[in-house]
């Protein structure tokens, strides 16, 4: 046992055997704990009275009220969708069979239901449409049978073998119970490819609860997780007569039938999988760069953008136009976005700054009220018509969102909120009115009513005017939500604190970073008077921490049974902030010392993690959960399943899933009770994070990873850990939060990306939401969109703010409906597809094999331009063509291949690329593309050319620079931003006036090798620099991690992995993967 300093009390908590029973305070649901896992560990638990000496009451020392985050207001108030396969030529060997996922325990006992899943084979083509529509989360997939599909006679068996019946609530949208843990395989006759309009999904998470007991039953699910309440009236009016429903489920709907029928593929031609075997190097594209005495960042090997002569025949634009079907209207900046490139021909590609997402073609109306790229993008600006006309153009179809992130918008007091009758479309400015009584939604095209209410404009104070409501004039909003959309209470912002203080976790130095940050950002902790915070530490024991009002210190209570772990007291663990404030101070400052001597190696981490659940069901709340190794006792015990040996092979990668369902099952079970959980692994060692990860991945949590954190000898990662944390305590949060993606008829989503539990088909229950998660979603096209020119899609979170006010977050976004190939192509917006891919890569490395991963992604890219080939034109110049919007697409997926997470032949921890993988599915898209393709600038030598001037600064504007070593000279200084992490590199004979006057070193020789940040001197050069880093962070809200790398050190290893555009010895050149596609592609 620990000992504590004497202003600290300690208490050995024993359960006695035969006491009185202890109850255990229910959850606002209803759910007693009784986790599958544990048998009888609750109700034994409950049968336990345990004694806690009393403590002496002590002064009550009161505590300044907290800070109160504010809103602005308006004036007046698997997956992959599923992998195509394409028949192999005859003669050519077929593609092994693709690796089963790893077992999990139990899974036949708690999803007795959801293992009806048969492995079967994907259909060819791209736009395979079953007659049902399933669900896919992360991989995992929802076997919902639709309440539009009550005449099908189980629709679902095609796909799974023993899909249950639905018997209960025909009318409503119902899942079965279980997690199936069973993939969706290829045929080991089939080479995978991508296919963006199936419905069919693998390794599904239940979206009902079922036999599990974390979830509610069938009845409670419908009442206690959706987003929104309304009535049957147009609108959801505030004391209005009518009854308030008690099942939001059954007025959520708005989808639509499946009617249509699943067209033919034509399966491209058989790829052999994506290898090491280079071709020779053309001999006119020679990577050695040309002499140049100027090396400024102009003149650094980069050519103006321009197109340059081709020496074959190329058609012109209007041959190209005509034999894509023709431009229809389309502005100047989409026909150049269709210019044909030769990239064999064209080397230098990369715009010189970061291009913004392509202008949907709308009428300047509609753009300015449209939402915001940042918050709501789509792969395509220009919808197809048809589900056929996109698999034409062979690129997938889907939507990335940012929802919660930080931004000004008008929020909406009112008694009425405004929404469709039929599908639940809150008004917006893509609705029509047809009179000041009634508007016709964007969505379904109901005609509804105007509420009386809604006739008052409160910003213009005027009447007859609901065109001019700030609803209809922005895309973006926020309402203040009745109490016809809560289920309960608003609850209060209650966070706990679960801290690892083994031997191992000591010796790292975390505990007085944490402890230390906390003290100074306590006070700014997003919540109001009924903020309530708790502790719990661990190691082979659990720890609770008594912070009761009253006491003279704090008192450990330490229950040393962790096979039948329990709380000791349930009315002083989570105290109240404002009352207890002094309390936390004396247990922050006092944590670091009680366990510096420890010499317990082992870590409960799970029992530590069961603690936590127990404590926070009654109210729910965020779990902060701070871990060092691998659990090595107790429930949720892991053992190493890494061989380093293995970490550089070309093979297959092992491990990529849970070594067990521990960790998912407890992250479902908070799910239900609003419990969201947030892991920090700081460990040098392996600590199995594909098994520990599932904790925050299932209950919409966050995932932060410090390999080899220690807060001395890697002062780069303890900076990183501080200024992290500092956003993480202080940034604005939302509570028992749900969010629905609805879109026009005729689209369908069927599968989700990012860190979430499904509760129905398309509601996605976040126990948390912060400012920093983005989502994604793949859709198709079920019905044809001839009769209508815009599509729109509506995102609404639901959520409590940290004030205890229920709010309504909406976003529209409005895309034009083309129907010609070449407007397709137009609007293609190459970033969020590589981020899309990205997604959907990383669900089929784990539910398959990373090489059907790789592969995949390759041919991605193979039948968007064999398409763009074959419907571009009839003159077929030789090399490589590309329509300029499409130009970076094979060099953004060279640059995913090389990734940590996807990559094989180098050397990588299977922790790092597990977390790597979780940055994909969770990060929002600019994040994420700082990942893919890192920003690469010559810093030795700003100038005030084309600098910005922003608040009386000058802020330089170097180009950016193609990823290869051949932009890279001795003679200057480079800044690489990978997005968590920067690189200075600084060449040998860099100059020296930079290197005095920014790193204030008197020459190269004298720059530390461990310089992890650059000092702020009194010169010109310093304040440049500086001022161009700090505008590269403002556009992010987590601190990247900052290295000095000379070009003498062993350091500089990992500044040239990240340049993508250099062969190495496992991965092809950009040139060189070039030459493969164009190998691939049909002659």
Same mark, same amino acid.
């Given at each position: 046992?620990?000992?504590?300093?004497?202003?600290?009390?300690?208490?050995?908590?024993?359960?006695?055997?035969?006491?009185?029973?202890?109850?255990?305070?229910?959850?606002?649901?209803?759910?007693?704990?009784?986790?599958?896992?544990?048998?009888?560990?609750?109700?034994?638990?409950?049968?336990?009275?345990?004694?806690?000496?009393?403590?002496?009451?002590?002064?009550?020392?009161? +505590?300044?009220?907290?800070?109160?985050?504010?809103?602005?207001?308006?004036?007046?108030?698997?997956?992959?969708?599923?992998?195509?396969?394409?028949?192999?030529?005859?003669?050519?060997?077929?593609?092994?069979?693709?690796?089963?996922?790893?077992?999990?325990?139990?899974?036949?006992?708690?999803?007795?239901?959801?293992?009806?899943?048969?492995?079967?084979?994907?259909?060819?083509?791209?736009?395979?449409?079953?007659?049902?529509?399933?669900?896919?989360?992360?991989?995992?997939?929802?076997?919902?049978?639709?309440?539009?599909?009550?005449?099908?006679?189980?629709?679902?068996?095609?796909?799974?073998?023993?899909?249950?019946?639905?018997?209960?609530?025909?009318?409503?949208?119902?899942?079965?119970?279980?997690?199936?843990?069973?993939?969706?395989?290829?045929?080991?006759?089939?080479?995978?490819?991508?296919?963006?309009?199936?419905?069919?999904?693998?390794?599904?998470?239940?979206?009902?609860?079922?036999?599990?007991?974390?979830?509610?039953?069938?009845?409670?699910?419908?009442?206690?997780?959706?987003?929104?309440?309304?009535?049957?009236?147009?609108?959801?009016?505030?004391?209005?007569?009518?009854?308030?429903?008690?099942?939001?489920?059954?007025?959520?709907?708005?989808?639509?039938?499946?009617?249509?029928?699943?067209?033919?593929?034509?399966?491209?031609?058989?790829?052999?999988?994506?290898? =090491?075997?280079?071709?020779?190097?053309?001999?006119?594209?020679?990577?050695?760069?040309?002499?140049?005495?100027?090396?400024?960042?102009?003149?650094?090997?980069?050519?103006?953008?321009?197109?340059?002569?081709?020496?074959?025949?190329?058609?012109?634009?209007?041959?190209?136009?005509?034999?894509?079907?023709?431009?229809?209207?389309?502005?100047?900046?989409?026909?150049?976005?269709?210019?044909?490139?030769?990239?064999?021909?064209?080397?230098?590609?990369?715009?010189?700054?970061?291009?913004?997402?392509?202008?949907?073609?709308?009428?300047?109306?509609?753009?300015?009220?449209?939402?915001?790229?940042?918050?709501?993008?789509?792969?395509?600006? %220009?919808?197809?018509?048809?589900?056929?006309?996109?698999?034409?153009?062979?690129?997938?179809?889907?939507?990335?969102?940012?929802?919660?992130?930080?931004?000004?918008?008008?929020?909406?007091?009112?008694?009425?909120?405004?929404? *469709?009758?039929? *599908?639940?479309?809150?008004?917006?400015?893509?609705?029509?009115?047809?009179?000041?009584?009634?508007?016709?939604?964007?969505?379904?095209?109901?005609?509804?009513?105007?509420?009386?209410?809604?006739?008052?404009?409160?910003?213009?104070?005027?009447?007859?005017?609901?065109?001019?409501?700030?609803?209809?004039?922005?895309?973006?909003?926020?309402?203040?939500?009745?109490?016809?959309?809560?289920?309960?209470?608003?609850?209060? +912002?209650?966070?706990?604190?679960?801290?690892?203080?083994?031997?191992?976790?000591?010796?790292?130095?975390? #505990?007085?970073?944490?402890?230390?940050?906390?003290?100074?950002?306590?006070?700014?902790?997003?919540?109001?008077?009924?903020?309530?915070?708790?502790?719990?530490?661990?190691?082979?024991?659990?720890? /609770?921490?008594?912070?009761?009002?009253?006491?003279?210190?704090?008192?450990?209570?330490?229950?040393?049974?962790?096979?039948?772990?329990?709380?000791?007291?349930?009315?002083?663990?989570?105290?109240?902030?404002?009352?207890?404030?002094?309390?936390?101070?004396?247990?922050?400052? &006092?944590?670091?010392?009680?366990?510096?001597?420890?010499?317990?190696?082992?870590?409960?981490?799970?029992?530590?993690?069961?603690?936590?659940?127990?404590?926070?069901?009654?109210?729910?709340?965020?779990?902060?959960? /701070?871990?060092?190794?691998?659990?090595?006792?107790?429930?949720?015990?892991?053992?190493?399943?890494?061989?380093?040996?293995?970490?550089?092979?070309?093979?297959?990668?092992?491990?990529?899933?849970?070594?067990?369902?521990?960790?998912?099952?407890?992250?479902?079970? *908070?799910?239900?009770?609003?419990?969201?959980?947030?892991?920090?692994?700081?460990?040098?060692?392996?600590?199995?994070?594909?098994?520990?990860?599932?904790?925050?991945? =299932?209950?919409?949590?966050?995932?932060?990873?410090?390999?080899?954190?220690?807060?001395?000898?890697?002062?780069?990662?303890?900076?990183?850990?501080?200024?992290?944390?500092?956003?993480?305590?202080?940034?604005?949060?939302?509570?028992?939060?749900?969010?629905?993606?609805?879109?026009?008829?005729?689209?369908?989503?069927?599968?989700?990306?990012?860190?979430?539990?499904?509760?129905?088909?398309?509601?996605?229950?976040?126990?948390?939401? %912060?400012?920093?998660?983005?989502?994604?979603?793949?859709?198709?096209?079920?019905?044809?969109?001839?009769?209508?020119?815009?599509?729109?899609?509506?995102?609404? #979170?639901?959520?409590?703010?940290?004030?205890?006010?229920?709010?309504?977050?909406?976003?529209?976004?409005?895309?034009?409906?083309?129907?010609?190939?070449?407007?397709?192509?137009?609007?293609?917006?190459?970033?969020?597809?590589? *981020?899309?891919?990205?997604?959907?890569?990383?669900?089929?490395?784990?539910?398959?094999?990373?090489?059907?991963?790789?592969?995949?992604?390759?041919?991605?890219?193979?039948?968007?331009?064999?398409?763009?080939?074959?419907?571009?034109?009839?003159?077929?110049?030789?090399?490589?063509?590309?329509?300029?919007?499409?130009?970076?697409?094979?060099?953004?997926?060279?640059?995913?291949?090389?990734?940590? &997470?996807?990559?094989?032949?180098?050397?990588?921890?299977?922790?790092?690329?597990?977390?790597?993988?979780?940055?994909?599915?969770?990060?929002?898209?600019?994040?994420?593309?700082?990942?893919?393709?890192?920003?690469?600038?010559?810093?030795?030598?700003?100038?005030?050319?084309?600098?910005?001037?922003?608040?009386?600064?000058?802020?330089?504007?170097?180009?950016? #620079?193609?990823?290869?070593?051949?932009?890279?000279?001795?003679?200057?200084?480079?800044?690489?931003?990978?997005?968590?992490?920067?690189?200075?590199?600084?060449?040998?004979?860099?100059?020296?006036?930079?290197?005095?006057?920014? #790193?204030?070193?008197?020459? =190269?020789?004298?720059?530390?090798?461990?310089?992890?940040?650059?000092?702020?001197?009194?010169?010109?050069?310093?304040?440049?620099?500086?001022?161009?880093?700090?505008?590269?962070?403002?556009?992010?809200?987590?601190?990247? +991690?900052?290295?000095?790398?000379?070009?003498?050190?062993?350091?500089?290893?990992?500044? /040239?992995?990240?340049?993508?555009?250099?062969?190495?010895?496992?991965?092809?050149?950009?040139?060189?993967?070039?030459?493969?596609?164009?190998?691939?592609?049909?002659?």
């Amino acid at each position: 046992m620990p000992q504590g300093p004497e202003c600290l009390s300690t208490i050995l908590v024993q359960p006695f055997q035969q006491a009185a029973p202890y109850t255990m305070p229910t959850g606002y649901c209803g759910q007693p704990y009784n986790h599958p896992s544990q048998g009888q560990t609750c109700a034994q638990s409950q049968q336990m009275q345990h004694s806690v000496v009393p403590a002496s009451s002590g002064n009550n020392l009161g +505590a300044p009220l907290h800070p109160i985050v504010s809103y602005p207001s308006a004036p007046g108030s698997s997956q992959y969708g599923t992998l195509r396969s394409s028949q192999i030529a005859a003669g050519q060997p077929p593609v092994p069979t693709l690796m089963q996922p790893p077992p999990t325990q139990s899974s036949s006992q708690q999803y007795p239901q959801g293992n009806g899943a048969t492995p079967t084979p994907a259909h060819q083509g791209y736009g395979a449409a079953p007659l049902s529509q399933t669900a896919t989360v992360n991989g995992q997939s929802n076997a919902v049978q639709q309440h539009y599909d009550q005449n099908l006679q189980n629709p679902m068996s095609h796909y799974y073998a023993r899909a249950p019946p639905i018997s209960e609530a025909p009318d409503r949208e119902r899942a079965p119970s279980g997690t199936p843990d069973t993939s969706v395989h290829s045929s080991p006759r089939h080479h995978p490819r991508l296919l963006y309009g199936d419905h069919r999904v693998n390794n599904a998470v239940s979206s009902a609860a079922g036999d599990h007991s974390s979830s509610s039953s069938d009845h409670e699910e419908e009442d206690e997780e959706d987003e929104e309440a309304g009535g049957e009236s147009s609108s959801t009016t505030t004391g209005s007569a009518s009854p308030v429903p008690n099942s939001y489920e059954s007025l959520e709907g708005g989808s639509y039938p499946d009617l249509s029928a699943p067209p033919t593929g034509v399966p491209p031609k058989q790829a052999p999988p994506f290898g =090491y075997n280079y071709p020779t190097m053309h001999p006119a594209y020679q990577q050695n760069p040309t002499p140049r005495t100027d090396s400024s960042p102009s003149h650094g090997g980069y050519n103006p953008p321009g197109y340059q002569q081709y020496s074959q025949p190329f058609p012109s634009l209007s041959e190209l136009s005509s034999a894509l079907g023709g431009l229809s209207s389309v502005p100047d900046l989409e026909v150049e976005t269709l210019r044909p490139v030769n990239l064999l021909q064209e080397r230098n590609i990369l715009p010189p700054k970061r291009t913004p997402p392509p202008e949907p073609n709308l009428s300047n109306d509609l753009r300015k009220v449209n939402c915001s790229p940042d918050t709501f993008c789509c792969t395509l600006t %220009n919808i197809p018509q048809t589900q056929a006309l996109l698999n034409k153009a062979r690129l997938p179809l889907g939507l990335l969102l940012h929802p919660f992130r930080d931004l000004t918008l008008p929020v909406i007091t009112s008694n009425t909120i405004v929404r *469709c009758r039929s *599908c639940r479309t809150y008004i917006n400015p893509f609705v029509s009115f047809l009179d000041q009584r009634r508007w016709k939604c964007n969505l379904c095209y109901r005609v509804n009513d105007v509420p009386d209410e809604f006739m008052y404009n409160p910003v213009t104070r005027s009447y007859g005017e609901p065109h001019k409501r700030p609803e209809v004039q922005n895309s973006t909003v926020e309402f203040i939500a009745s109490s016809d959309y809560m289920l309960r209470p608003p609850q209060p +912002a209650v966070y706990l604190f679960v801290l690892d203080v083994s031997h191992n976790a000591m010796e790292s130095g975390y #505990l007085t970073v944490f402890c230390q940050s906390l003290l100074d950002n306590l006070e700014k902790m997003p919540g109001d008077t009924r903020t309530r915070i708790g502790f719990v530490t661990f190691d082979s024991t659990v720890h /609770f921490y008594n912070l009761q009002e009253g006491l003279s210190q704090p008192q450990m209570l330490v229950v040393s049974d962790i096979d039948d772990i329990f709380i000791p007291t349930h009315d002083s663990l989570l105290v109240n902030l404002k009352e207890s404030k002094e309390l936390v101070k004396d247990l922050l400052n &006092a944590l670091p010392g009680m366990f510096t001597h420890t010499r317990e190696t082992r870590s409960a981490l799970g029992p530590a993690l069961q603690a936590a659940y127990k404590l926070m069901s009654p109210t729910g709340g965020r779990v902060s959960v /701070f871990q060092t190794q691998l659990p090595t006792v107790g429930t949720g015990v892991l053992q190493s399943r890494e061989d380093p040996n293995l970490r550089s092979s070309t093979k297959n990668v092992q491990h990529l899933g849970p070594a067990t369902d521990f960790y998912k099952k407890l992250a479902l079970d *908070c799910s239900g009770q609003q419990i969201g959980v947030d892991l920090f692994l700081l460990s040098s060692q392996y600590s199995d994070l594909a098994s520990l990860a599932g904790v925050s991945k =299932y209950s919409a949590g966050s995932i932060f990873y410090y390999p080899s954190f220690h807060h001395i000898h890697n002062p780069s990662q303890r900076q990183k850990f501080q200024k992290d944390l500092q956003r993480y305590l202080t940034r604005k949060i939302g509570f028992e939060a749900v969010m629905r993606i609805r879109c026009t008829k005729g689209l369908s989503i069927h599968t989700f990306h990012g860190n979430f539990f499904v509760r129905s088909t398309d509601l996605l229950s976040l126990a948390n939401v %912060n400012p920093d998660s983005g989502f994604a979603v793949q859709m198709s096209i079920e019905e044809s969109l001839a009769d209508t020119s815009l599509a729109c899609f509506q995102a609404a #979170l639901l959520y409590t703010s940290s004030k205890g006010k229920r709010r309504i977050r909406v976003h529209t976004l409005c895309l034009p409906v083309v129907s010609q190939l070449s407007d397709v192509f137009a609007g293609a917006d190459i970033q969020a597809i590589s *981020c899309l891919l990205a997604n959907m890569a990383i669900d089929r490395s784990i539910s398959s094999s990373l090489s059907d991963a790789r592969d995949a992604l390759v041919n991605a890219v193979v039948d968007c331009l064999t398409a763009y080939r074959a419907n571009g034109s009839n003159i077929q110049p030789s090399g490589l063509i590309a329509p300029s919007a499409l130009r970076l697409f094979p060099l953004y997926v060279l640059a995913l291949l090389k990734q940590k &997470a996807l990559r094989t032949g180098t050397s990588t921890r299977l922790d790092e690329r597990v977390f790597a993988m979780c940055e994909f599915k969770s990060q929002p898209l600019h994040q994420i593309m700082r990942i893919v393709h890192p920003d690469l600038y010559r810093i030795d030598n700003l100038t005030e050319q084309g600098a910005l001037h922003l608040n009386d600064s000058v802020i330089p504007q170097p180009p950016l #620079l193609q990823l290869t070593a051949e932009k890279l000279t001795r003679e200057g200084a480079f800044l690489m931003d990978c997005g968590s992490v920067m690189y200075l590199w600084v060449g040998k004979c860099c100059n020296e006036m930079f290197v005095r006057d920014v #790193l204030g070193c008197p020459n =190269y020789a004298s720059i530390p090798s461990s310089m992890t940040e650059i000092p702020e001197l009194q010169t010109t050069y310093s304040e440049r620099t500086r001022a161009f880093i700090s505008w590269l962070l403002e556009s992010r809200t987590f601190h990247p +991690a900052f290295y000095v790398v000379k070009d003498d050190t062993s350091a500089k290893t990992s500044f /040239f992995q990240h340049l993508v555009e250099d062969r190495t010895e496992s991965a092809f050149s950009y040139y060189e993967f070039l030459l493969h596609i164009q190998q691939q592609m049909p002659k």
